[in-house]
């Protein structure tokens, strides 16, 4: 891991040189490196010129961690993509407006302040004692889809990490009736653009301490966090209360998304059902 002022991103400078932080900023970026290569995340352009990705970041650890997490594959030659960060002002009441473009500007990076009123559309649409997410996450992911359309960018990059993937889950087993969660790779509706999740492997609590460590400016998101009783609040509640009662469940249960056996579940437009057979009995 390089460590030496001159040879580092501005975005480490200042980093805690402990062994605990060296190792945990190793482990981010080695599981950041996993899921690019193990879910095919770099695609080259016909033309050989390097491919083009819109970082989103709210503010939060996550898309800190996710742009710090890319920048220093991208900085040790690791990643050839160009990355383009992007922050969508929605025009929640006292959005700290100048808090990203400072810091993006400061550690050098290049990136683009989107502002959108987004925030007024979903007061004035979700009915009383209704949650927010749903309306508000379409909204912010058709301006995020039009802003990469006009950059040039064939991949929208999203900070969510395993916790935020298992959840999905859950969320969609409990209350959706379907065995889905958010997969590290998809194309959007209208098949141009990616959708890509680097953090699929990384642990929420992992990339607190990191963004705790390196003291970055975190936005918390006031629209949602000011609402009791989500979906998804209480499916972490649960995750929670399995993971003190048999530490590392959350990895093992993250693990069966990747191992799923077709055969052993009940769709039948996944396994040919119909189709199995016994072998003849032999003299």
Same mark, same amino acid.
């Given at each position: 891991?390089?460590?030496?002022?001159?040879?580092?991103?501005?975005?480490?400078?200042?980093?805690?040189?402990?062994?605990?932080?060296?190792?945990?900023?190793?482990?981010?970026?080695?599981?950041?490196?996993?899921?690019?290569?193990?879910?095919?995340?770099?695609?080259?352009? #016909?033309? !050989?010129?390097?491919?083009?990705? *819109?970082?989103?970041?709210? &503010?939060?650890?996550?898309?800190?961690?996710? @742009?710090?997490? @890319?920048?220093? *594959?991208?900085?040790? !030659?690791?990643?050839?993509?160009?990355i383009l960060a992007c922050n969508l002002d929605q025009g929640q009441p006292g959005f700290p407006a100048t808090v990203l473009p400072e810091f993006l500007a400061r550690m050098g990076v290049p990136h683009r302040i989107e502002y959108q009123d987004t925030y007024s559309i979903v007061m004035d649409k979700v009915p009383q004692g209704r949650?927010?997410?749903? *309306?508000?996450?379409?909204?912010?992911? &058709?301006?995020?889809?039009?802003?990469?359309?006009?950059?040039?960018?064939?991949?929208?990059?999203?900070?969510?990490?395993?916790?935020?993937?298992?959840?999905? +889950?859950?969320?969609?087993?409990?209350?959706?009736?379907?065995?889905?969660?958010?997969?590290?790779?998809?194309?959007?509706?209208? /098949?141009?653009?990616?959708? @890509?999740? #680097? *953090?699929?492997?990384?642990?929420?609590?992992?990339?607190?301490?990191?963004?705790?460590?390196?003291?970055?400016?975190?936005?918390?998101?006031?629209?949602?966090?000011?609402?009791?009783?989500?979906?998804?609040?209480?499916?972490?509640?649960?995750?929670? /209360?399995?993971?003190?009662?048999? #530490?590392?469940?959350?990895?093992?249960? +993250?693990?069966?998304?990747?191992?799923?056996?077709?055969?052993?579940?009940?769709?039948?437009?996944? +396994?040919?059902?119909?189709?199995?057979?016994?072998?003849?009995?032999?003299?």
């Amino acid at each position: 891991m390089l460590d030496e002022t001159d040879d580092i991103h501005p975005l480490f400078h200042g980093a805690p040189k402990t062994t605990e932080f060296k190792k945990l900023r190793k482990r981010i970026v080695q599981n950041t490196r996993k899921a690019v290569e193990q879910y095919g995340m770099v695609r080259p352009r #016909p033309d !050989g010129a390097p491919d083009r990705w *819109l970082v989103c970041l709210s &503010g939060g650890k996550d898309s800190y961690t996710l @742009l710090a997490a @890319l920048t220093e *594959l991208r900085w040790r !030659g690791l990643l050839p993509v160009e990355i383009l960060a992007c922050n969508l002002d929605q025009g929640q009441p006292g959005f700290p407006a100048t808090v990203l473009p400072e810091f993006l500007a400061r550690m050098g990076v290049p990136h683009r302040i989107e502002y959108q009123d987004t925030y007024s559309i979903v007061m004035d649409k979700v009915p009383q004692g209704r949650t927010f997410c749903a *309306l508000c996450s379409r909204l912010r992911r &058709g301006n995020l889809y039009r802003i990469a359309r006009e950059e040039g960018c064939s991949a929208v990059v999203l900070g969510h990490h395993r916790d935020d993937i298992l959840e999905t +889950f859950f969320m969609n087993l409990f209350h959706g009736g379907r065995l889905a969660t958010m997969p590290p790779k998809l194309v959007n509706e209208e /098949g141009d653009l990616f959708v @890509l999740r #680097p *953090l699929a492997h990384l642990a929420e609590a992992d990339c607190a301490r990191f963004a705790d460590a390196m003291s970055y400016p975190i936005i918390p998101c006031d629209l949602c966090g000011s609402q009791d009783g989500l979906q998804r609040q209480q499916v972490k509640q649960i995750l929670d /209360g399995w993971e003190r009662n048999a #530490p590392g469940r959350r990895q093992v249960m +993250f693990r069966a998304l990747m191992n799923a056996r077709p055969s052993h579940l009940l769709d039948p437009a996944l +396994f040919d059902f119909a189709g199995l057979d016994i072998a003849p009995a032999t003299d």
